[in-house]
Nanobody, 124 residues
Framework: QVQLVESGGGLVQAGGSLRLSCAAP????????MGWFRQTPGKEREFVSV????????GYADSVKGRFTISRDNAKNTVYLQMNSLKPEDTAVYYC?????????????????WGQGTQVTVSS
């Protein structure tokens, strides 16, 4: 079982920035794709971003492209999501997720492990 621990959420004004971190303590494999999703009450979990095992290939939802940047540090078993120019519509619980495979995934059902989530609130 892989444990994922998110941190870095909080309250920020529109136009501000936050950096989310996702640590996988004790994780031995750095070959898997990692993703970020977000969810608001009453809605499906939404894809935000994904990164492959070495950071050489990434993907973003259109709604965050140009504002969010995903990265990873395999030496620290940590994935990051830098969020800039935040908007009120970015308000959600953000989840980190990991796949057993190195292939990128864009759907929640493609991921095998999930963190507990971290709340991001953007005020207008």
């Amino acid at each position: 079982q892989v444990q994922l621990v998110e941190s870095g959420g909080g309250l920020v004004q529109a136009g501000g920035s936050l950096r989310l971190s996702c640590a996988a303590p004790g994780r031995t494999s750095s070959n898997s794709a990692m993703g970020w999703f977000r969810q608001t009450p009453g809605k499906e979990r939404e894809f935000v971003s994904v990164i492959n095992w070495n950071g050489g290939n990434t993907g973003y939802a259109d709604s965050v492209k140009g504002r969010f940047t995903i990265s990873r540090d395999n030496a620290k078993n940590t994935v990051y999501l830098q969020m800039n120019s935040l908007k009120p519509e970015d308000t959600a619980v953000y989840y980190c997720a990991a796949r057993r495979t190195f292939e990128l995934g864009y759907e929640a059902h493609e991921y095998d492990y999930w963190g507990q989530g971290t709340q991001v609130t953007v005020s207008s």
